[in-house]
């Protein structure tokens, strides 16, 4: 018993091995780079590159090693903010799999049911950490392997994947998803356009009007999308750049504030505490022991 994944355009097809189990490589520019999902499991790792991570409400930043799964109809989508001019001819590798035949054979076959507590996990999205050595040569391995020597290295890595303990889950809700491409497509435009604008002055009114909505049908729109409001995602994506520029720079927080797009430094400190739960000052100095001591 397989379970077909959903068709794609002839310019979206993927390299597929069977109907269970496909596997992708691609670069930047490329038509896949956009906020979709699918009802397949997608475990995704990134070769070169970094940027922006959303998946579900959750907004994040990505680098080479990143390694996140999905679940089935959990929105996601990885935006690269360092591509050159040449672009890049491979940033990442992603396998997508069904979830009807693995739940089958482990009702009969006990050592593959410690996998399943991992797939309930993925409705979230999951980050793992400090493995991407390892996950590369598995999915290289993947790759190069033929008929059930695939399946079986699959299978290596789910176990592998599923006795982790150094990993989060992102997603704080099971998304709502849209089953139209229009509906995907203008909520495409709505991310690309905040991701490069999020440093300036940018409203929910002027969204609607480029996709000839009310605000009151794009606010409702895009917490459909999100989870979030249009001003709350907006502000979550600051205040991620935010914190990576407190880890990685000596910048003052004042300048910080200014740099991300917010223009009032009082409000810059209260929108950080509420997400955090800190100051940004102390987010800097917990942050300075994040890699341990010598």
């Known amino acids: 018993m397989v379970t077909k994944l959903q068709s794609r355009p002839p310019e979206l097809e993927f390299l597929e091995f069977s109907e269970f189990l496909r596997f992708l490589e691609h670069g930047v520019p490329d038509p896949l780079i956009r906020w979709h999902y699918h009802d397949a499991y997608e475990l995704h790792f990134i070769i070169k ?33 360092d591509v050159p001019k040449e672009g890049i001819p491979t940033r990442d590798m992603a396998i997508q799999f069904g979830h009807a035949p693995l ?52 299978l290596k890595l789910l176990g592998f994947l599923a ?17 139209d491409d229009a509906s995907m497509a203008k909520i495409n435009t709505v991310f690309n356009y905040i991701t490069e604008n999020y440093r300036t002055p940018i409203s929910a009114e002027i969204l609607a009007a480029r996709l000839g909505m009310s605000q009151t ?6 917490r459909k999308a999100t989870g ?45 505490l509420e997400m955090k739960g800190i100051t940004p000052k102390k987010f800097r100095a917990q942050s300075e022991g994040r890699f341990g001591s010598d």
């Open 103 to 154: 739940e089958l054979i482990a009702k009969y076959i006990p050592e593959l049911r410690e996998i399943m507590p991992l797939l309930e996990r993925a409705k979230y999205g999951i980050e793992f950490f400090n493995m991407s050595d390892q996950v590369e040569q598995y999915f290289y391995q993947i790759r190069n392997a033929k008929d059930v020597n695939r399946f079986a290295e699959f």
């Open 217 to 222: 049908k794009f606010s409702r729109f895009f």
């Open 163 to 179: 006795k982790s303990h150094t990993y989060r889950l992102l997603s704080s809700a099971q998304m709502q998803s849209f089953d």
């Open 228 to 272: 979030n409001s249009f001003t709350d995602f907006v502000n979550q994506l600051r205040i991620n750049k935010a914190c990576q520029l407190l880890m990685n720079t000596d910048q003052y927080v004042t300048n910080i504030c200014y740099e991300v797009g917010f223009n009032n430094v009082a409000n810059f400190n209260r929108r950080f």
């Open 49 to 81: 590159s970094s940027g922006k991570l959303f998946v579900g409400d959750y907004i994040g930043e990505f680098s080479p090693g990143n390694l996140v799964l999905t679940g089935p109809r959990l929105p996601h989508n990885w935006i690269s903010t």
